[in-house]
Protein backbone atom coordinates (compact mmCIF):
# COMPACT_ATOMS: atom_id res chain seq x y z
CA UNK A 1 0.00 0.00 0.00
CA UNK A 2 1.53 3.33 -1.05
CA UNK A 3 0.74 6.89 0.95
CA UNK A 4 -2.15 7.87 -0.99
CA UNK A 5 -4.13 4.14 -0.09
CA UNK A 6 -3.06 4.49 3.33
CA UNK A 7 -4.40 8.19 3.87
CA UNK A 8 -7.84 7.30 1.61
CA UNK A 9 -7.91 3.51 3.02
CA UNK A 10 -11.86 3.40 3.98
CA UNK A 11 -12.90 5.01 0.43
CA UNK A 12 -11.15 1.42 -1.13
CA UNK A 13 -10.11 2.86 -4.39
CA UNK A 14 -8.53 1.14 -6.82
CA UNK A 15 -5.99 2.84 -8.78
CA UNK A 16 -4.90 2.08 -12.41
CA UNK A 17 -1.25 2.98 -13.81
CA UNK A 18 -1.18 3.44 -17.07
CA UNK A 19 2.44 3.59 -19.27
CA UNK A 20 5.16 1.65 -19.25
CA UNK A 21 5.62 -0.66 -15.98
CA UNK A 22 8.73 -1.95 -14.40
CA UNK A 23 9.07 -5.65 -12.76
CA UNK A 24 9.20 -5.75 -8.49
CA UNK A 25 12.40 -4.89 -7.78
CA UNK A 26 14.01 -4.79 -4.06
CA UNK A 27 13.98 -1.30 -2.01
CA UNK A 28 16.80 0.46 -3.10
CA UNK A 29 17.90 0.96 0.69
CA UNK A 30 17.91 -2.39 1.80
CA UNK A 31 20.58 -3.56 3.43
CA UNK A 32 20.76 -7.06 5.26
CA UNK A 33 22.12 -7.00 8.94
CA UNK A 34 22.76 -9.81 11.27
CA UNK A 35 22.88 -10.26 15.41
CA UNK A 36 26.32 -9.36 16.73
CA UNK A 37 25.29 -9.40 20.47
CA UNK A 38 22.59 -8.75 23.34
CA UNK A 39 22.55 -7.19 26.22
CA UNK A 40 19.57 -6.24 28.81
CA UNK A 41 20.63 -3.04 29.29
CA UNK A 42 17.33 -2.89 32.06
CA UNK A 43 14.75 -5.21 33.07
CA UNK A 44 12.42 -4.25 30.41
CA UNK A 45 14.89 -3.12 27.29
CA UNK A 46 17.58 -5.39 25.69
CA UNK A 47 19.72 -3.87 23.38
CA UNK A 48 20.69 -5.71 19.73
CA UNK A 49 23.77 -4.53 18.50
CA UNK A 50 24.11 -5.53 14.34
CA UNK A 51 26.71 -6.01 11.76
CA UNK A 52 26.61 -5.41 8.20
CA UNK A 53 27.82 -3.57 5.54
CA UNK A 54 26.76 0.46 3.71
CA UNK A 55 25.75 1.86 7.23
CA UNK A 56 27.54 5.15 6.26
CA UNK A 57 24.58 6.95 7.44
CA UNK A 58 25.68 10.67 7.55
CA UNK A 59 22.33 12.68 9.41
CA UNK A 60 21.79 12.90 13.08
CA UNK A 61 18.09 13.51 12.49
CA UNK A 62 17.61 9.96 10.76
CA UNK A 63 16.66 8.28 13.52
CA UNK A 64 13.94 5.35 12.42
CA UNK A 65 14.52 2.23 10.24
CA UNK A 66 11.65 -0.39 9.63
CA UNK A 67 13.09 -3.75 10.82
CA UNK A 68 12.49 -7.13 8.67
CA UNK A 69 12.84 -10.37 10.89
CA UNK A 70 13.80 -13.29 9.12
CA UNK A 71 13.02 -16.80 10.83
CA UNK A 72 15.79 -18.46 12.09
CA UNK A 73 17.83 -20.55 9.94
CA UNK A 74 16.26 -19.87 6.77
CA UNK A 75 18.05 -20.60 3.24
CA UNK A 76 16.52 -18.06 1.33
CA UNK A 77 15.57 -14.76 3.27
CA UNK A 78 12.28 -12.67 2.30
CA UNK A 79 12.62 -9.56 0.95
CA UNK A 80 9.39 -7.49 0.13
CA UNK A 81 9.67 -5.58 -3.34
CA UNK A 82 8.00 -2.58 -4.74
CA UNK A 83 5.65 -2.97 -7.48
CA UNK A 84 5.04 -0.23 -10.62
CA UNK A 85 2.85 1.39 -8.30
CA UNK A 86 5.09 1.36 -5.15
CA UNK A 87 3.07 -1.18 -3.38
CA UNK A 88 4.70 -3.36 -1.56
CA UNK A 89 4.57 -6.89 -2.93
CA UNK A 90 6.08 -10.32 -1.72
CA UNK A 91 7.58 -13.60 -3.61
CA UNK A 92 5.03 -16.41 -3.35
CA UNK A 93 2.51 -13.67 -1.31
CA UNK A 94 4.53 -14.91 1.59
CA UNK A 95 5.42 -11.96 3.93
CA UNK A 96 7.31 -11.90 7.26
CA UNK A 97 6.99 -9.10 10.03
CA UNK A 98 8.15 -5.88 9.88
CA UNK A 99 8.38 -2.98 12.12
CA UNK A 100 9.89 0.31 12.26
CA UNK A 101 12.17 1.06 15.42
CA UNK A 102 14.34 4.18 16.62
CA UNK A 103 18.50 3.68 15.31
CA UNK A 104 19.32 3.85 19.65
CA UNK A 105 23.18 4.45 17.85
CA UNK A 106 25.92 3.72 13.98
CA UNK A 107 29.05 3.00 14.21
CA UNK A 108 30.02 3.86 10.86
CA UNK A 109 33.94 2.94 11.43
CA UNK A 110 32.62 -0.68 13.12
CA UNK A 111 29.99 -0.92 10.30
CA UNK A 112 27.22 -1.78 13.32
CA UNK A 113 23.83 -0.70 14.55
CA UNK A 114 21.83 -0.74 17.89
CA UNK A 115 18.32 -0.90 18.29
CA UNK A 116 17.19 -0.87 21.96
CA UNK A 117 13.93 -3.17 22.18
CA UNK A 118 11.14 -2.33 24.58
CA UNK A 119 9.96 -5.76 26.42
CA UNK A 120 6.20 -5.19 27.21
CA UNK A 121 3.80 -7.32 27.88
CA UNK A 122 1.68 -9.03 24.93
CA UNK A 123 4.24 -9.21 22.70
CA UNK A 124 4.22 -8.72 19.08
CA UNK A 125 6.40 -10.36 16.59
CA UNK A 126 9.43 -8.06 16.59
CA UNK A 127 9.29 -7.83 20.69
CA UNK A 128 9.53 -11.80 20.50
CA UNK A 129 12.46 -11.84 17.87
CA UNK A 130 14.12 -9.77 20.27
CA UNK A 131 13.89 -11.52 23.21
CA UNK A 132 14.91 -14.88 21.19
CA UNK A 133 17.74 -12.89 19.26
CA UNK A 134 20.79 -14.53 18.90
CA UNK A 135 24.36 -14.31 16.97
CA UNK A 136 23.99 -14.23 13.27
CA UNK A 137 20.50 -13.85 13.00
CA UNK A 138 19.39 -12.27 9.93
CA UNK A 139 17.00 -8.90 9.67
CA UNK A 140 16.70 -6.50 7.22
CA UNK A 141 16.71 -2.76 7.94
CA UNK A 142 14.83 -0.19 5.31
CA UNK A 143 15.79 3.33 5.67
CA UNK A 144 16.79 5.43 7.80
CA UNK A 145 14.57 8.29 7.62
CA UNK A 146 14.47 11.63 8.64
CA UNK A 147 12.16 13.57 11.44
CA UNK A 148 15.03 14.27 13.76
CA UNK A 149 15.12 17.41 15.53
CA UNK A 150 15.69 20.85 13.93
CA UNK A 151 17.68 23.98 15.24
CA UNK A 152 16.06 25.65 18.19
CA UNK A 153 17.46 26.97 22.11
CA UNK A 154 14.80 25.57 23.90
CA UNK A 155 13.40 21.68 23.60
CA UNK A 156 10.37 19.83 24.50
CA UNK A 157 11.11 15.94 24.31
CA UNK A 158 8.33 13.43 25.90
CA UNK A 159 7.72 9.55 25.06
CA UNK A 160 6.84 6.50 26.76
CA UNK A 161 8.96 3.55 26.38
CA UNK A 162 9.02 3.71 22.64
CA UNK A 163 10.49 6.90 22.45
CA UNK A 164 13.56 6.74 25.20
CA UNK A 165 16.11 5.94 22.50
CA UNK A 166 15.04 8.28 20.00
CA UNK A 167 14.89 10.92 23.51
CA UNK A 168 18.08 9.53 24.35
CA UNK A 169 20.04 9.74 20.81
CA UNK A 170 18.62 13.49 20.53
CA UNK A 171 19.58 14.64 24.26
CA UNK A 172 23.06 13.35 23.30
CA UNK A 173 22.84 15.69 19.79
CA UNK A 174 22.07 18.68 21.76
CA UNK A 175 24.41 21.31 21.77
CA UNK A 176 25.87 22.17 25.12
CA UNK A 177 24.04 25.85 25.24
CA UNK A 178 20.26 24.05 24.52
CA UNK A 179 17.83 23.97 27.25
CA UNK A 180 14.30 22.80 27.54
CA UNK A 181 12.90 19.89 29.48
CA UNK A 182 12.65 15.71 28.87
CA UNK A 183 9.79 13.75 29.78
CA UNK A 184 9.71 10.51 29.54
CA UNK A 185 7.25 7.74 30.85
CA UNK A 186 7.91 4.22 31.98
CA UNK A 187 6.50 1.77 34.12
CA UNK A 188 8.84 2.32 37.55
CA UNK A 189 12.46 3.64 38.76
CA UNK A 190 13.58 0.06 37.86
CA UNK A 191 13.08 0.98 33.65
CA UNK A 192 15.22 4.32 34.09
CA UNK A 193 18.03 4.71 31.38
CA UNK A 194 19.18 7.92 32.75
CA UNK A 195 20.77 9.54 29.14
CA UNK A 196 23.04 12.34 28.99
CA UNK A 197 21.69 15.71 29.10
CA UNK A 198 23.09 19.25 28.49
CA UNK A 199 23.33 21.42 31.69
CA UNK A 200 20.18 24.01 31.11
CA UNK A 201 18.20 20.79 30.36
CA UNK A 202 16.38 18.62 32.71
CA UNK A 203 14.36 14.85 33.08
CA UNK A 204 11.49 14.44 34.52
CA UNK A 205 10.40 10.85 34.81
CA UNK A 206 6.86 9.42 34.91
CA UNK A 207 5.93 6.42 36.46
CA UNK A 208 2.89 4.71 35.76
CA UNK A 209 3.48 2.27 38.71
CA UNK A 210 1.57 -0.46 37.71
CA UNK A 211 -0.83 0.90 35.35
CA UNK A 212 -0.98 -0.02 31.81
CA UNK A 213 1.16 1.25 29.15
CA UNK A 214 -0.93 3.27 26.79
CA UNK A 215 -3.91 4.33 29.59
CA UNK A 216 -2.33 7.49 31.51
CA UNK A 217 -2.07 11.19 31.12
CA UNK A 218 1.29 11.32 32.95
CA UNK A 219 2.41 12.72 29.44
CA UNK A 220 -0.24 15.26 28.89
CA UNK A 221 -0.04 16.86 32.31
CA UNK A 222 3.47 17.07 32.64
CA UNK A 223 3.38 19.29 28.88
CA UNK A 224 1.09 21.21 30.03
CA UNK A 225 2.88 22.43 33.19
CA UNK A 226 5.53 23.52 30.86
CA UNK A 227 6.66 27.18 30.99
CA UNK A 228 7.56 27.93 26.74
CA UNK A 229 9.76 30.53 25.80
CA UNK A 230 7.71 33.95 24.08
CA UNK A 231 9.61 33.39 20.64
CA UNK A 232 8.19 29.72 19.58
CA UNK A 233 10.33 30.06 16.26
CA UNK A 234 13.39 29.28 19.00
CA UNK A 235 11.42 26.32 20.52
CA UNK A 236 10.90 22.17 19.12
CA UNK A 237 9.17 19.15 20.67
CA UNK A 238 10.12 15.90 19.46
CA UNK A 239 7.97 12.88 20.99
CA UNK A 240 6.27 9.39 20.62
CA UNK A 241 3.70 7.50 22.37
CA UNK A 242 0.53 5.09 22.16
CA UNK A 243 -2.23 6.86 19.95
CA UNK A 244 -4.67 8.04 22.34
CA UNK A 245 -1.78 9.99 23.99
CA UNK A 246 -0.21 11.10 20.78
CA UNK A 247 -3.74 12.47 19.61
CA UNK A 248 -4.33 14.44 22.95
CA UNK A 249 -1.01 16.09 22.86
CA UNK A 250 -1.01 17.20 19.42
CA UNK A 251 -4.68 19.46 20.14
CA UNK A 252 -2.71 20.67 22.81
CA UNK A 253 -0.02 22.10 20.65
CA UNK A 254 -2.03 23.01 18.13
CA UNK A 255 -5.19 24.65 19.81
CA UNK A 256 -3.95 25.24 23.46
CA UNK A 257 0.12 26.63 22.51
CA UNK A 258 -0.09 27.17 19.39
CA UNK A 259 2.80 25.68 18.06
CA UNK A 260 3.33 25.90 14.48
CA UNK A 261 3.60 22.46 12.45
CA UNK A 262 7.13 22.90 11.30
CA UNK A 263 8.14 23.29 14.98
CA UNK A 264 7.39 19.69 16.54
CA UNK A 265 7.40 16.16 15.21
CA UNK A 266 5.09 14.16 17.28
CA UNK A 267 4.51 10.14 16.41
CA UNK A 268 1.94 7.72 17.40
CA UNK A 269 4.21 4.97 17.86
CA UNK A 270 1.88 2.42 19.03
CA UNK A 271 -2.29 1.74 19.08
CA UNK A 272 -3.31 0.09 22.58
CA UNK A 273 -6.00 -2.28 20.54
CA UNK A 274 -4.41 -2.16 16.99
CA UNK A 275 -1.45 -4.24 15.54
CA UNK A 276 0.47 -2.46 13.07
CA UNK A 277 -1.26 -5.03 10.33
CA UNK A 278 -4.67 -3.57 12.10
CA UNK A 279 -3.64 -0.03 11.30
CA UNK A 280 -2.47 -0.12 7.75
CA UNK A 281 -6.17 -1.95 6.95
CA UNK A 282 -7.73 1.03 8.90
CA UNK A 283 -5.81 3.40 7.43
CA UNK A 284 -5.24 7.25 8.32
CA UNK A 285 -7.88 7.10 10.74
CA UNK A 286 -6.15 4.68 12.88
CA UNK A 287 -2.71 7.25 13.03
CA UNK A 288 -3.50 10.33 12.65
CA UNK A 289 -4.31 12.78 15.56
CA UNK A 290 -7.69 12.16 16.77
Sequence with gaps: MGPIGFIAARERLEIQWEGDQAEPALPH?????????????????RRVTFRGQNLDYDRDDQLHCRLIFQPRGIAEPLWPMLDHRGHVVWPDNVAVPTRVYTIRHIDAAKQE?????????NPGPATRWAMDARPDDIVGILGPAANGPKQAEFYVLLGDETALPGMARILESLPAT???????????????????????GSIRWLHRNGAGAGTTTLLEGALRCVQ?????????LWGGCEHKAFSAIYRHLKKDIGL??????????????????EIIASGAEAYLPQ
Design 260 to 277: SRDRFVLYSHWHRSLSEE
Design 29 to 45: DLRVLYVKSTEDIAPRF
Design 178 to 200: ATGHAFIEVDSKVDELPPSCPTG
Design 113 to 121: IAIDFSLHA
Design 228 to 236: WPKNPDKTF
